[in-house]
């Protein structure tokens, strides 16, 4: 008796490593870590000039017409990367469609926006600014505003040195990009993915382990646990129509394909605990529910609390830390500068 | 003929340092300069825990019923502590009655406001959070949210460790101002009063002259260059009503005597030069202009353009370098967090 305890403990401390490995061996075909340098950006090399402007671009509440939304607004990186709305609230204090999405680690998304309508972050960018329930700006008038303030020419020629005239509306969206691809976070679940064994907790490798096993991860995988592939919302059953309103059709607005209706792209999951209400509709703001409503919706499955308690327990393993952000310094206004307009346009 | 010219020159190189210090000694008997540490706060001890605390709180939207606007949506760091628009945009798009000014330095007023009703920056940190037109939230409503976040409730008892309930709205009130006493900037004013002659321009030196021959320095003097001791707004003549609306008459809410009809707190002038729009109205957006309209009215003094000039140089020198101020990471909210309400109240 005595000796068969001593061998199943002795079973159990050899298996543990192994079962250990196994794990990891299994996410590190689906999942892949942060890496530990600033992700290179297609056609837009990240240069600390580049950063710099960025990140003072990224902070100006001068990109809106009114003077009072910046990026940093709705993409707040005190709060996880976006602004914990439903909806968030623009320009004349309108309410945009959907739920503005994290910028942390946006940079390694595929593609942009819920229905990937933005190839990139830089095509991204351009949109809100423009946007009439959001910025409400022009791209004329923000490269008013922008040479008005001689700070500004002076920075987008030190970040655009080749260019005999920096300062335009593509390169404040290219700057944009390469301040948001400093924002990487790495997580609990990254040092585990390279070989902490203690980084996660039992209950978060168990939540792993269900997130692989019960297909989860067919749409949530790659490096930032989704943000690539477009997928139906309602795959198995349709959620109630305030969580999936029937006016917005997701990805068929940018391809006009039937077969897009209701099709959004896999939402990446990294820092998900940090930025409820969840989904396009911002409907839901607990995260348990989120999980219990993807696992029915698109997996026709019923959980079993403890199946989701470990699924959170995973997903909070993905909250990671972000690089410390210290403020900008932007330059003042000069009489050129454009005047802010709160009113209503 | 030589021999003069040599003399001469000798003459003004002894001269110079001479008359540098008579304007020095003359500038230190009517301002100061800053402190190199972080000034006392009257009945509030800052310890390194409370201002952690106060920096979130500073940053936190979740402060205000809609969750849009926290401290520093009006008292914006980027951007010299202010909001670079006429009259705040707040709660449901309303427009607040008075320009929103700078909170760096602040600590060092004499009281908070226009019309210093409030005596300290504590005082003043519930207005904001409260007023229907700007944050349109409830201490109430304050407490619940912070106190739905654990994060939240370790601070306050990190920053306020003597206190059984520490998670209130005074507590609150008191850790921003924490936070706020930290920020202060030195300028090249502050060096040059410390004895570095080359740190203001020969023009911001005569404008210097000027703003204490002129009778500048008996309202804006002390520390702050102003933000003590109140003073009719057109002392000698009244300004246009879109500078000076009829409806708002400054102290007199707060005392309700006579005297002090059209009585505002003498500006605060360091950082003017990042703080346009100008005055309690927010009408005027150029600083020479703000000159020339302070020296009519209040002195009845018609400028030289060279003077106008020289004294925005001396205005200029009082632009100071912040501390660098890194963004806090927020507590997510949890199932118990009150959820924003975007709607108009």
Redesign the interface.
């Known amino acids: 008796m005595k000796r068969t305890l001593i061998l199943a403990l002795m079973t159990s401390a050899l298996a543990g490593p192994v079962m250990a490995d196994a794990l990891r061996d299994r996410a590190a075909a689906e999942f892949k870590p942060l890496p530990s340098t600033i992700p290179a950006v297609k056609d837009n090399p990240v240069t600390p000039e580049k950063i710099e402007l960025g990140k ?1 671009l990224f ?4 990109l809106s017409a ?3 939304f910046s990026c940093a ?1 709705c993409h ?5 990367g976006d ?3 439903e909806t968030s ?1 623009g320009h ?2 309108q ?1 945009g469609p959907r739920n503005s999405p994290t910028v942390l680690n946006a940079v390694l998304n595929e593609a942009q926006f819920w229905d990937g309508r933005a190839d990139d972050l830089a095509a991204q960018a351009k949109g809100p600014i423009q946007a009439g329930v959001e910025m409400a700006n022009t791209p004329e008038q923000v490269e008013v505003t922008l040479k008005s303030m001689p700070q500004y020419v002076a920075w987008f020629t030190a970040a655009f040195p080749a260019e005999p005239d920096p300062v335009n509306f593509d390169n404040m969206a290219k700057a944009i990009e390469a301040f948001e691809a400093t924002l990487i976070t790495p997580a609990p679940f990254d040092a585990w993915l390279n070989g902490d064994d203690n980084a996660m907790s039992e209950d978060a490798k168990a939540g792993l382990t269900l997130f692989m096993d019960k297909g989860c991860s067919s749409c949530h995988s790659g490096v930032n646990v989704g943000g690539h592939g477009y997928y139906p919302f309602g795959l198995i059953e349709k959620p109630g129509a305030e969580i999936l309103p029937p006016g917005d059709k997701g990805r068929f607005a940018v391809t006009e394909t039937v077969d897009d209706e209701y099709v959004f792209r896999a939402s990446p999951l990294r820092n998900i ?2 930025t ?1 209400p969840y989904f396009h509709s911002g409907k839901v ?2 995260l348990a529910v989120a999980v219990e409503v993807m696992a029915e919706s698109q997996l026709g499955e019923q959980l079993a609390p403890e199946e989701t308690a470990q699924l959170v327990a995973f997903l909070d393993s993905l909250t990671g830390t ?1 690089p ?7 330059p ?2 000069t ?1 050129e500068t454009p ?2 307009s ?1 009113e ?1 346009k």
Chains 1, 2 share one sequence.
């Open positions: 003072a902070f100006d509440p001068r009114s003077g009072v607004s707040n990186l005190a709060t996880g602004d914990n709305m609230v004349g204090w309410k605990a940090l409820a703001w607990d972000l410390p952000v210290t403020l900008p310094v932007l003042a206004e009489a005047r802010p709160s209503v």
